[in-house]
């Protein structure tokens, strides 16, 4: 990765040139002269952005500033303002998207390259298992870390749904939820919701300020998510206690809800393993699995796929000012990822 100065000698500025506003100031020709020098010196910030993505292909040049954190979108929209490059929004846009492609598949070869089982795949079969992973329905979640997100821009980046915190624990109802959940479904995402349980509250109140937060109509959103994550959360219970505390949970939620919810549990595969031993009753529900730097996710028992990846912790995405959660969904249908709409009684 880049910094700022490495970024600013990512430009070579042609030597002996003022800049455009030195030009214009010291300027004293005729009016069409003046008019032939800014026409000029437009012109050669039209063909640095030319140059800069050009660079950017050949070169393959990092673009992000790692004390900042930024992404390529925060890094070209930067450049844009300082005008060292000349590119529209929707170019930004565009390159972003490609830097971000570029090196979502240049992870996953590394780590295919790497794994052992790499030793008997051939180069071919190595571009077809990350072409197959890059090919993914893109997705994010957020909660009220991520304040108030541009969710047009969002959109507009190719995310296509995005989970978002609707609860903690026993009271707590995240403050972001249902500003991000209107934002959300106006800008035409897909969207879901999660809880994050804290195995010390009573579950019944942890699914009443769930289901409160949510409500009881259907939008057509995903299915929705208990988050167990915190593996010290959970230390000082049984694992018969742990496993029954999830399970009340997902039963008094589909009570409350009148219909059968598809739900995913959320977690590490180390979590699965050292917390959950793995216990076949959860292959009931389906798979949310947070693994990073992995060319694809590793699968706990008692699941034999994965639904939902969230594959990094540190994404950078338009719309968002800082890191956000960034995930994909085992498909390309996100219908199929619905839960099952809740119809009214006559």
């Not at 880049?2 to 506003?21: C, F, R, Y």
């Not at 069409?32 to 910030?45: G, N």
């Not at 915190?230 to 219970?237: G, N, S, V, Y």
């Amino acid at each position: 990765m880049g910094n700022d100065a490495q970024l600013e000698q990512s430009i070579e500025q042609p030597k002996n040139t003022k800049n455009p506003e030195a030009l214009e100031k010291s300027s004293a020709e005729s009016p069409k002269q003046s008019e032939a020098i800014q026409q000029t010196a437009e012109e050669r910030l039209r063909q640095e952005a030319v140059d800069f993505k050009d660079r950017l292909r050949k070169q393959n040049i990092e673009l992000d500033p790692v004390q900042k954190g930024w992404g390529p979108y925060q890094v070209l929209e930067q450049m844009v303002k300082d005008k060292k490059i000349i590119l529209t929004e929707e170019q930004m846009l565009e390159e972003s998207r490609r830097i971000r492609d570029r090196d979502f598949k240049t992870n996953g070869r590394d780590y295919y390259n790497q794994n052992e089982k790499s030793m008997r795949w051939s180069e071919e079969e190595i571009d077809r298992k990350v072409e197959a992973i890059s090919q993914k329905v893109r997705g994010i979640d957020v909660s009220q870390w991520q304040a108030d997100v541009d969710w047009k821009k969002v959109k507009e980046s190719g995310i296509q749904f995005a989970f978002m915190r609707a609860s903690r624990g026993k009271d707590y109802v995240d403050p972001k939820f249902v500003q991000n959940r209107a934002g959300a479904l106006d800008a035409g995402l897909r969207i879901g919701y999660y809880h994050y349980f804290k195995p010390g509250d009573p579950t019944q109140d942890q699914i009443n300020v769930f289901v409160n937060a949510i409500g009881k109509t259907d939008d057509g959103s995903l299915r929705l998510v208990i988050d167990t994550e915190d593996a010290k959360q959970w230390a000082p219970f049984s694992h018969e206690e742990r496993i029954k505390k999830i399970e009340e949970w997902c039963k008094g939620v589909e009570a409350a809800l009148g219909k059968k919810p598809i739900i995913s549990i959320y977690g590490s595969p180390n979590f699965f393993d050292e917390s959950l031993k793995n216990d076949a009753r959860l292959a009931k529900y389906d798979l949310w699995i947070a693994n990073y730097n992995v060319g694809e996710p590793r699968v706990p028992k008692p699941w034999n796929n994965w639904t939902f990846w969230q594959y990094s912790e540190t994404g950078r995405v338009p719309g968002i000012n800082g890191n956000v959660d960034l995930n994909l969904y085992n498909g390309s249908d996100l219908s199929k990822a619905l839960r099952p709409t809740i119809k009214a009684k006559r």
